[in-house]
């Protein structure tokens, strides 16, 4: 199957400051691109998506950025909490809900 | 229910047995999807059902491994003559869309397969 299996990368941060979460996408025929959310002993869960013909796009407390020219995603959380310790994970796929790849996630740590 | 529904959550086998793994997508949802999710790993594509034909299925890693879905309901992933590399996650998740739009995907929260 695809992904990319590798051990996860972490990034800490202190409460109340912003998180930066990167990500680059394979495909550059994608054009749909999703962030989830997974805690753990859970499924991901929808946090936003962006479509390719949009750079930007602001949800409650996250903001993503996507860059097509060097195939980079990024998700910004705002004033991070406890609750948004979870692992994140950048997600593409083509004309829909076709296929969706899944990159190798990000582990977030919050520092109370 | 509300969401998708997978059983059994945790299946401890041992090697060489057969295991089937259920998925309840949610209500009309057409698209579903299978994936494998093994410890500290991102989530790697098994099939995907779009109403009960399976246009994608290279994700399988062999021949071991089987998937039908009745309708636009149920799935079940099966895995025969079960290896120890096999134990991982195995995550369903649903999509309104499949190919025609937006593609969020509904999760369940998974089954925990170990082979002993």
């Known amino acids: 199957g695809e992904s990319v299996g590798l051990h996860l990368p972490t990034l800490s941060v202190q409460e109340g400051d912003n998180s930066i979460i990167n990500c680059a996408y394979s495909?550059?025929?994608?054009?749909?691109f999703i962030w989830y959310k997974q805690e753990s002993g859970k499924g991901p869960q929808f946090i936003i998506d962006?479509?390719?013909?949009?750079d930007k796009r602001q949800g409650q407390r996250v903001t993503v950025l996507l860059n097509k020219t060097v195939k980079h995603l990024s998700l910004q959380i705002a004033a991070t909490q406890p609750g948004d310790s979870a692992v994140y994970f950048c997600?593409?796929?083509?004309?829909?809900?076709?296929?969706?790849?899944f990159g190798a996630g990000t582990r977030l740590f919050v520092k109370a | 229910g509300a969401g998708v529904s997978q059983s059994p959550s945790n299946k401890v086998t041992e090697k060489g047995k057969d295991v089937e793994l259920r998925c309840d997508p949610i209500?009309?949802?057409?698209?579903l999807y299978w994936y494998r999710q093994r410890l500290g790993q991102g989530l790697e594509f098994l099939i995907y059902?779009?109403?009960?034909?399976?246009?994608?299925k290279s994700g399988l890693p062999s021949d071991r491994f089987s998937a039908e879905r009745t309708g636009e309901s149920v799935s079940t992933l099966t895995i025969q003559r079960t290896q120890q590399e096999d134990s991982a996650v195995y995550l369903c998740?649903?999509?309104?869309?499949?190919?025609?739009?937006?593609?969020?995907?509904?999760f369940g929260e998974g089954s925990r397969l170990t082979v002993l």
């Open positions: 998740a649903s999509s309104l869309a499949g190919d025609r739009g937006l593609g969020e995907l509904f």
């Open positions: 495909n550059s025929a994608s054009d749909y």
């Open positions: 962006i479509r390719s013909n949009m």
């Open positions: 997600a593409e796929n083509k004309g829909g809900g076709f296929k969706t790849i």
């Open positions: 209500s009309g949802h057409t698209a």
């Open positions: 059902f779009q109403g009960n034909s399976a246009p994608d």
